[in-house]
């Protein structure tokens, strides 16, 4: 499902894996140790290679660990794109903690880098759907609305975001809410 905003920026739905479709910025699903895991994380240093990890360990290094609703910046070793943006989500509790805040933190954060480095199209994944247990559907209300927002709003150079979905049950939590903004069309 492909939905374009007004002033002509696109905001793109996809199912599949995150390593394998490029962009200029791939975000990651991380967390606040920057040490890799599973999930998005492990696919995203497998598939890109030692040499962002040992990025990791240098930023790790100045600046220790990298707070909920944060990013911090890597290059994309052998993944299809120019950088790697390391997210790090809100680990969810009850929704009563911050978590939507954070969680739009990491969305805008991202998008924010990306304007910093002239990145053009950035992916996301479901950040903190996984292991993290935010409800699919409240997180995509969030991913998705403060992206729109900040594509509408914001004098950006982003011209698309694509959220990269795994499965179904993702997909169409998105499509959703994706739907609602009135003139989406398209299949995956
Ligand atoms: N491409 C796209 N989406 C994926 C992929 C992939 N290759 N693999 C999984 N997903 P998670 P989190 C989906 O757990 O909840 C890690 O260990 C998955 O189905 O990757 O933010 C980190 O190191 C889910 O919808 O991230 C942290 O410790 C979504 O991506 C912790 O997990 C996010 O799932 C972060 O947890």
């Not at 910025?25 to 696919?43: E, T």
């Not at 002239?118 to 292991?131: D, K, N, R, W």
């Amino acid at each position: 499902m492909e939905k374009r905003l007004k002033n002509g920026k696109r905001v793109r739905l996809v199912t599949g894996d995150i390593t394998r479709i490029a962009a200029g910025a791939i975000v990651n699903a991380a967390n606040s140790a920057l040490a890799g895991g599973g999930g998005v994380d492990g696919a995203i240093h497998r598939a890109g290679g030692p040499g962002i990890m040992a990025e990791l360990d240098e930023i790790r290094a100045k600046i220790g660990r990298c707070p909920a609703g944060r990013a911090v910046a890597t290059s994309a070793g052998r993944l299809p794109a120019k950088y790697v943006f390391h997210a790090v989500g809100p680990v969810y509790r009850d929704g009563q903690h911050g978590e939507p805040e954070l969680l739009s933190g990491c969305y805008r954060t991202c998008l924010q880098m990306a304007d910093e480095r002239e990145v053009h199209t950035i992916s996301f994944p479901a950040i903190s759907t996984g292991v993290y247990g935010y409800p699919l559907s409240e997180a995509a209300g969030i991913a998705l609305r403060t992206v729109v927002e900040y594509l509408e709003t914001r004098p950006t150079g982003v011209d698309e975001a694509i959220f990269v979905l795994f499965d179904a049950a993702a997909y169409d939590a998105y499509a959703g809410v994706l739907g609602e903004y009135g003139s989406a069309a398209g299949t995956p």
